[in-house]
């Protein structure tokens, strides 16, 4: 039994010594949450009603329950679906069992013109990616979008629900052995309230979002948040850019590393991670290792991985040096204490800029691509010139970002001088001047 394996069970046990009955708690009463037990759904027949009753509805709540440390993909434990006339759980088992599979659900679900409700949906949208065998064409992550509407990045379900309503969630019981049968009441209870409260946030959030001048943020943020899970490189290679920033060669390496993973958590069935987590790719591109004794005695690397394939890890990174000639140029800029000063401050003048705004300030950026994008301010002004956060090879965000529009004109302002950071203190928080701070939590019906 592996450690993540371990773990769920003792929450599992956990959870369950904690918590008899249904839930936790009586659910919160308004309108748009929908009272009482999920429908467990367990035959084609209640399938078939379920669909039904998705292909009648504008919007659907959806959330999954998987396992997702033990193989290539996640394995399908429970699907939670709400809309306004149903809470269903769909257990795949008995399908599965039958020899079917819940892909008419998933089409269902994904069809044109229906908006997705998820929280955190990554996996989730990946797996109705592959049942429904395409998108959904209007996605809404509520995640996303408490992060444009002054909480925090990233926020449970139960933060938001809470900092909207006053309402607090019981423990949660995600992290348990959720492809154990039979299910327990606690687990029943907590996997219909994942999706019990998105019609509640989604309606809030969407109106405080447009009174803000920002839905359509939320609408795009939660598409390239959720875009093509199943293997995106160059969005793989995005994320350990931000960790860690790679100088060209270096990137050249991790590239060719991140394909090699992705071959090898095929071939073995395993998740990515587990066969070389990010850190050890970071690692492998910066000291680029030449023979497979090098490569074991990285920190990082699993140990059958490292004995199984270290040939295959040399091989590749021999072949991604040839791309990039040795010895890349290190910006001198990056040793210097001034610059790195500036830096810091300029870091901390965004974050707050931000949080007066209703930002969360770590969805806009990362500190990492914030210090190499001051780094080519710093050289373009010591050259004469200015460059501004939608300029450069390495630009901060992009002119057609919702980011740039949000912050990159506040920034360019502010380096020119003809922007202020300015902050007042209202009741509920900081706030900038021209800005109103959404107050108060929804009320009970």
């Known amino acids: 039994m592996n450690y993540r394996r371990k773990k769920r069970s003792q929450e599992h046990a956990a959870a369950d010594r904690h918590h008899s009955g249904n839930s936790a708690k009586a659910p919160f009463e308004h309108p748009l949450v929908r009272p009482g037990k999920a429908s467990v759904v367990t035959t084609p027949e209640e399938l078939d009603a379920l669909i039904a009753d998705v292909r009648e509805s504008e919007w659907v709540g959806y959330d999954t329950e998987f396992i997702g440390e033990e193989s290539f993909y996640p394995k399908l434990c429970l699907v939670q679906v709400a809309t306004a006339g149903t809470i269903a759980l769909v257990d795949p088992v008995p399908f599965v069992q039958a020899g079917k599979d819940l892909g008419p659900l998933f089409k269902a679900i994904a069809e044109p013109g229906r908006t997705v409700l998820v929280h955190s949906g990554e996996t989730d949208i990946d797996i109705l990616r592959r049942g429904a065998e395409a998108d959904p064409s209007i996605l809404f992550d509520t995640q996303v979008a408490a992060a444009l509407a002054w909480m925090p990045w990233p926020s449970s379900l139960g933060t938001v629900l809470e900092t909207i309503t006053g309402y607090r969630l019981g423990k949660a019981h995600t992290f348990t052995n959720w492809d154990a049968r039979p299910l327990t009441p606690a687990q029943l209870g907590y996997a219909a309230d994942d999706v019990r409260y998105l019609h509640l946030i989604w309606s809030e959030l969407s109106a405080r979002l447009k009174a803000l001048g920002r839905h359509d943020w939320a609408v795009r943020e939660s598409h390239d948040q959720l875009r093509s899970t199943t293997f995106d490189p160059e969005g793989q290679l995005k994320r350990l850019h931000r960790s860690e920033p790679l100088r060209p060669g270096q990137m050249a390496v991790a590239k060719a590393l991140v394909l090699l993973r992705y071959d090898l958590a095929r071939r073995h069935d395993l998740p990515a991670r587990v066969v070389l987590p990010d850190t050890a790719v970071i690692e492998l591109a910066k000291r680029k290792p030449t023979d497979r004794g ?131 203190w209202s009741p509920l928080g900081m706030v900038a001047p021209g800005f109103s701070r959404p107050g108060g939590v929804v009320s009970r019906a």
């Not at 091989?315 to 790195?340: F, M, S, T």
């Open 294 to 424: 090098a490569v074991q005695a990285l920190p990082g690397i699993p140990r059958k991985i490292g004995a199984a394939h270290a040939d295959d890890i040399v091989g590749v990174i021999a072949g991604a040096k040839q791309q990039v000639p040795e010895g890349e140029p290190v910006n001198p800029l990056a040793d210097d204490l001034r610059v790195r000063a500036e830096s810091d401050q300029l870091w901390s003048a965004l974050q707050a800029r931000c949080a007066a705004i209703g930002l969360a300030a770590n969805l806009v950026s990362t500190r990492a691509v914030f210090y190499r994008w001051y780094l080519t301010v710093v050289d373009a002004r010591r050259s004469g010139g200015a460059f501004g956060s939608a300029d450069g090879e390495a630009p901060l965000f992009a002119r057609g970002d919702w980011r740039h529009s949000a912050i990159g004109g506040w920034i360019d302002g502010f380096l020119r001088g003809s922007e202020r950071l300015e902050l007042e």
